[in-house]
């Protein structure tokens, strides 16, 4: 519609919600109203993967403190918790189900705001193009057509990757599950039959717990190269806020081994004072991204070759209350953690027959399963999903892969690198494509702060629309300017 500034945001999760409620706060003034349009694939907008779940053993990983979807109002989601569940402090556990409704009540009431049009399209945007006038034209998969002057790319995780092991014959069979998010899937699998977990992240501890609230009765066992389960959050009493500790490096980290020598000096100091290396970890929260940009590319292959993993079950720990389910689940001897790496994956006599190098003996084993759960992580190459709107921008120019071959070249504030490596002042992008770029970008605190930065760089756009006599003319100069 000429006259009237234009938002798409791709992808109605978590980070699509977010960006919405943040480009909504910009509303302007006036009769010419700006629009923003939310473009998701499902009917459930806001929840997204992961609080969709109904599980009621799935809990969110951070505590409510932190889980605002506000920066400058960290407290909002505690006090709309309060009604719904007594006793909540800053430092609860609490549903992922239920914050799923915190973002869908956050939303719905963004929406209220007058001056801004707001329109939820459910359909999957497969292409995106230059137009004259400097406009964004996508398609979408059920043959729509949108025109907007800017757009979000908050299209939160994608499925694993299925690992080269797992034969065809494997994948096709019914047995291979490479969607470990899919309830349906899950709730199929009959109670006694043994299933392999491949990962034993927060991801591989998710599906355990969707098993045994399922009344699984069979083995469950998790295979990864190192064999660790995350660790544990402390359990904090109520109104004690948990305490991070500045890594403080002085001169910037410019190796990964320098990096874990300072970590581990950190980790030391706190222990000496009475504390432990959680504090540590949390206090890199704010300082990762800059230490991980810091990094020259080489070292940053080191990092993720060879500390990931490490990283990860520190940085990414569980509930204390799931650790528990954990932990009783292990103690009956039905979920068990082994290291090792699959080499063979086929089709058995009954079900699936896995060939594992073993992590401590350096031999292959044999085992026969009937189920293999894929949970690796999201895929983060965009290269190789197969995914038709990001094929089409990078076939087009309009994006590049990253350096390290995860998500999109961006900006430090998420605008889109193209071909020619010019950053975009359309093409935005929050969460999980900024990875590579972001050593933090999936977590609610940088989704908030991504959303919130976003959208202060098309306010101005947005905020023309209380103009009078606004055309599409008058946008040009600022498009070029963001």
């Known amino acids: 519609m000429p006259g009237t500034p234009t938002v798409a945001i791709v992808g109605g999760g978590c980070s699509g919600?977010?960006?919405?409620?943040?480009?909504?706060?910009?509303?302007?003034?006036?009769?010419?109203?700006?629009?923003?349009?939310?473009?998701?694939?499902?009917?459930?907008?806001?929840?997204?993967?992961?609080?969709?779940?109904?599980?009621?053993r799935h809990l969110l990983n951070v505590r409510a403190g932190d889980m605002s979807a506000f920066p400058h109002d960290p407290d909002d989601f505690v006090r709309w918790l309060r009604p719904y569940q007594g006793g909540v402090h800053a430092g609860s556990f609490v549903s992922r189900g239920l914050y799923g409704q915190y973002l869908?009540?956050?939303?719905?009431?963004?929406?209220?705001?007058?001056?801004?049009?707001?329109?939820?399209?459910?359909?999957?945007?497969?292409?995106i193009a230059r137009r004259p006038g400097r406009r964004l034209n996508l398609s979408c998969a059920q043959g729509r057509s949108?025109?907007?002057?800017?757009?979000?790319?908050?299209?939160?995780?994608?499925?694993?990757?299925?690992?080269?092991?797992?034969?065809?014959?494997?994948?096709?069979?019914?047995?291979?599950?490479?969607?470990?998010?899919?309830?349906?899937?899950?709730?199929?699998?009959?109670?006694?039959?043994?299933?392999?977990l491949l990962g034993s992240g927060l991801t591989a501890v998710d599906t355990a717990l969707t098993l045994s609230?399922?009344?699984?009765?069979?083995?469950?066992?998790?295979?990864?190269r190192h064999g660790l389960l995350p660790e544990s959050h402390r359990d904090l009493p109520a109104g004690r806020p948990a305490t991070a500790r500045s890594l403080g490096l002085g001169a910037p980290a410019t190796s990964a081994r320098d990096l874990l020598v300072s970590i581990r000096q950190q980790v030391a100091a706190a222990e000496a004072s009475g504390g432990d290396w959680r504090s540590v970890i949390d206090g890199l929260r704010g300082e990762s991204n800059l230490i991980w940009a810091g990094?020259?590319?080489?070292?940053?292959?080191?990092?993720?070759?060879?500390?990931?993993?490490?990283?990860?079950i520190h940085r990414h720990r569980m509930a204390p209350q799931v650790a528990q389910w954990i932990g009783d689940l292990r103690a009956a001897g039905q979920f068990t953690v082994r290291a090792g790496r699959l080499l063979r994956c086929e089709t058995g006599p009954q079900g699936l027959r896995m060939e594992v190098l073993e992590r401590a003996s350096r031999e292959a084993t044999t085992m026969?399963?009937?189920?293999?759960?894929?949970?690796?992580?999201?895929?983060?190459?965009?290269?190789?999903?197969?995914?038709?709107?990001?094929?089409s921008m990078l076939a087009r120019g309009l994006a590049r892969s990253g350096d390290l071959g995860m998500g999109l070249a961006v900006g430090a504030d998420g605008a889109v690198i193209d071909g020619v490596g010019d950053a975009s002042g359309r093409l935005w992008a929050?969460?999980?494509?900024?990875?590579?770029?972001?050593?933090?970008?999936?977590?609610?605190?940088?989704?908030?702060?991504?959303?919130?930065?976003?959208?202060?760089?098309?306010?101005?756009?947005?905020?023309?629309?209380?103009r009078a006599n606004t055309t599409e003319r008058d946008l040009g100069p600022y498009q070029e300017a963001v």
């Not at 706060?25 to 349009?37: K, L, P, S, T």
């Not at 999980?432 to 989704?447: H, I, N, Y």
Request: charged content about 20%; glycine content about 8%.
């Open 17 to 56: 919600t977010l960006a919405a409620v943040h480009l909504l706060a910009q509303a302007g003034e006036g009769r010419h109203r700006a629009r923003i349009v939310l473009v998701e694939r499902t009917p459930d907008v806001s929840r997204g993967i992961a609080y969709r779940t109904t599980c009621d």
């Open 104 to 127: 869908k009540t956050v939303l719905r009431e963004a929406r209220q705001r007058r001056g801004m049009s707001f329109e939820v399209v459910q359909d999957h945007v497969i292409d």
């Open 146 to 196: 949108l025109e907007a002057d800017a757009v979000v790319l908050a299209v939160g995780n994608f499925a694993p990757a299925r690992p080269s092991a797992v034969s065809p014959s494997a994948s096709a069979s019914g047995r291979y599950l490479g969607d470990p998010w899919s309830a349906s899937a899950l709730s199929a699998i009959a109670p006694d039959a043994t299933v392999m």
């Open 213 to 224: 609230g399922n009344g699984h009765r069979g083995p469950i066992l998790a295979l990864s």
């Open 295 to 312: 990094l020259p590319p080489v070292e940053q292959q080191r990092v993720l070759r060879h500390l990931r993993s490490y990283w990860c």
């Open 368 to 391: 026969d399963v009937d189920y293999l759960v894929n949970c690796t992580g999201p895929q983060t190459d965009v290269r190789a999903l197969g995914d038709p709107l990001l094929d």
């Open 430 to 466: 929050i969460g999980s494509l900024r990875q590579g770029t972001d050593w933090e970008t999936t977590a609610v605190p940088e989704l908030r702060r991504q959303a919130a930065t976003v959208a202060a760089r098309l306010g101005p756009m947005l905020r023309l629309a209380g």
